[in-house]
C-alpha cells in the first residue's frame, strides 16, 4: 500500500487541494461564521436569577424586599420549622440532604430572599389616570435608585411597561421614558442590574419599536449605544406560531438586535390564548410545554434566556392547605429545573422558601455525581461515562448555577473538581 506523504502544509504529491480551491471555501464560508458569530454568541457569562417577583407598581415600598422576606421566613418557620415538617409538606424522604437545604434556605430567606423584582405597571397594576400612572413611574424610579445607592436592591430589578398594541402603547412608552429619565436625573445611572420587560408581544415590529425608543434615549442621554436591554415577554399564540406557519420568537429575538435578555413565559394569559379552561392552566399543560419547547429551541446559543411562569395557587390558610400548595409548587420548580428553564415567577412572598428548596435540592442532589464528571472529564480519565465538550459546558453551566444562587459553595466545588471559578467559567464558554 502506498504512502501519502505529508509537509507542513499538507500531502504532497498529486493529490492535494489547490490554494484557490482553499481560498473559495474561506470566501464561501466567511458571511456565514459572521452570521454565526452575531446570532449565536452563547451564554452571557452573567448571573441568572433563579426567579422574578412581580410586585405592583402601587404596592412597591422601600421595604418590599425585606417585607417579602419576612414574610417568607414567617411562613417557614410556622410551617415547616423543621426538616421533618418540610419533608411531610413536600412528600419526600426526611434525610441528611434535606436538613442541609432546610438550613440553607433559612439563611438564603434572611440573607437574600429576592433575587429578581419586577415592579409591574401591566396587567398587576391595570389602567390608571395618567397623572397618577405618571407619580407611579417616578416613585418607582426613586425608590430603585435609593436602595441601589443604599445597598439594599436585588441583584435585579426594573419594571414591566404595558404592551406595544395601539390602546396602551403611548402609556407604555410614557411610563418607561419617566422611569428611565428619573433613574438618571438622580446622579446614579442606571442600576447595573436593570432590567426591563415587554408584554404581550404578538409581531416582531413591536420588539423594533422599542429597539428603537431605546436607541433614542440612549442617543439622546449620552448613553452607550446597547446599553438597556429587556426581556420579551411570550404570552400570545402569535409570539409562538405566526400566520405564515413560522416561529414567530426567533424572529423577536431577531427583532431585538441582540438587546433582548430573556423569553418569559405568561402561564396565563397563554393558556387563555389557547382555550385553555382556568382549572386547567398551569405550568405543566401540554400547550405550555409546545410553547416552552419552541421557545428554548430559538434561544439555544443565543445568550437569550429562559424563564418559565407561575402558579396561581397560594400557600396560605391553614398548614395543610400550606403543604399542599407548597408541595404543588416545589414539584412544578423541579420539573422546570429539570427541562433546562431555570427561572420561573413568584407571586407570593410563601412561595419563596419551596422556590429555594426546590432549586437547592436540585443543585445539591446532582452536585457530587456533575463534579465527579467534569473532573474526570479535566483529567482526561474517563470514568462510567464518557463526556464530549458539550456535555463539560452543561455540567460547568449547573456547577456555576449552584454557587450563583448559593445552594453550593466554593470550597467544596473546588474540592470535588479541583476547579476555581475562573476555570469552571472558561468550561462553560463565558
Not at 232 to 241: C, D, G, K, M, S
Amino acid at each position: 500500500m502506498s504512502q501519502v506523504e505529508v509537509d507542513g502544509n499538507g500531502p504532497t504529491g498529486g493529490a492535494s487541494f489547490s490554494a484557490a480551491a482553499r481560498a473559495a471555501v474561506e470566501a464561501l464560508l466567511a458571511p456565514v461564521d459572521a452570521d454565526l458569530a452575531r446570532r449565536y454568541p452563547g451564554d452571557t457569562g452573567t448571573r441568572q436569577p433563579v426567579h422574578t417577583v412581580y410586585v405592583p407598581a402601587d404596592a412597591f415600598a422601600a421595604d418590599t424586599v425585606r417585607e417579602w422576606g419576612r414574610q417568607a421566613l414567617e411562613a417557614f418557620d410556622t410551617h415547616a420549622g423543621t426538616p421533618a415538617e418540610l419533608a411531610r409538606a413536600l412528600g419526600v424522604a426526611d434525610d441528611e440532604l434535606l436538613a442541609d437545604v432546610h438550613a440553607r434556605v433559612r439563611a438564603k430567606l434572611e440573607r437574600e430572599p429576592v433575587e429578581d423584582l419586577r415592579i409591574d405597571f401591566e396587567d398587576g397594576y391595570g389602567p390608571r389616570p395618567d397623572a397618577e400612572e405618571d407619580a407611579a413611574a417616578v416613585r418607582a424610579a426613586e425608590l430603585v435608585a435609593a436602595a441601589v445607592a443604599e445597598g439594599t436592591a436585588p441583584p435585579y430589578l426594573g419594571i414591566r411597561i404595558k404592551c406595544m398594541e395601539a390602546a396602551v402603547r403611548d402609556r407604555g412608552i410614557r411610563t418607561l421614558e419617566l422611569f428611565l429619565a428619573t433613574l438618571l436625573a438622580g446622579g446614579g445611572g442606571l442600576p447595573d442590574g436593570l432590567v426591563l420587560t415587554l408584554p404581550k408581544v404578538t409581531y416582531a415590529e413591536q420588539v423594533t419599536a422599542l429597539v428603537r425608543l431605546l436607541e433614542d434615549f440612549e442617543r439622546r442621554a449620552g448613553l452607550p449605544a446597547g446599553r438597556i436591554g429587556f426581556e420579551i415577554q411570550i404570552e400570545t399564540t402569535q409570539a409562538i406560531l405566526g400566520p405564515d406557519g413560522r416561529a414567530t420568537v426567533a424572529r423577536m429575538i431577531e427583532a431585538a438586535e441582540g438587546r433582548a435578555t430573556g423569553l418569559h413565559y405568561g402561564t396565563f394569559d397563554y393558556s387563555a390564548s389557547c382555550g385553555v379552561s382556568a382549572a386547567h392552566q398551569s405550568m405543566d399543560h401540554p400547550v405550555a410545554d409546545h410553547a416552552k419547547a419552541v421557545m428554548q429551541v430559538a434561544a439555544a446559543g443565543t445568550g437569550v434566556r429562559l424563564s418559565d411562569g407561575s402558579t396561581n395557587v397560594v400557600p396560605t390558610g391553614s398548614t395543610e392547605q400550606v403543604h399542599a400548595a407548597w408541595k404543588l409548587h416545589h414539584d412544578l420548580v423541579r420539573r422546570s429545573l429539570a427541562r433546562a428553564y431555570y427561572q420561573g415567577w413568584d407571586m407570593h412572598p410563601a412561595h419563596l422558601p419551596t422556590r429555594y428548596v426546590a432549586v437547592y435540592s436540585f443543585y445539591r442532589e446532582g452536585l457530587a455525581a456533575a463534579a465527579a464528571r467534569l473532573a474526570a472529564y479535566v483529567a482526561k480519565a474517563g470514568g462510567d461515562v464518557m463526556d464530549e465538550p458539550a456535555t463539560a459546558r452543561a455540567l460547568s453551566g449547573y456547577l456555576l448555577r449552584g454557587l450563583d444562587c448559593g445552594a453550593v459553595d466554593p470550597a467544596e466545588v473546588t474540592a470535588l473538581t479541583g476547579l476555581d471559578r475562573a476555570r469552571l467559567d472558561a468550561l462553560a464558554g463565558r
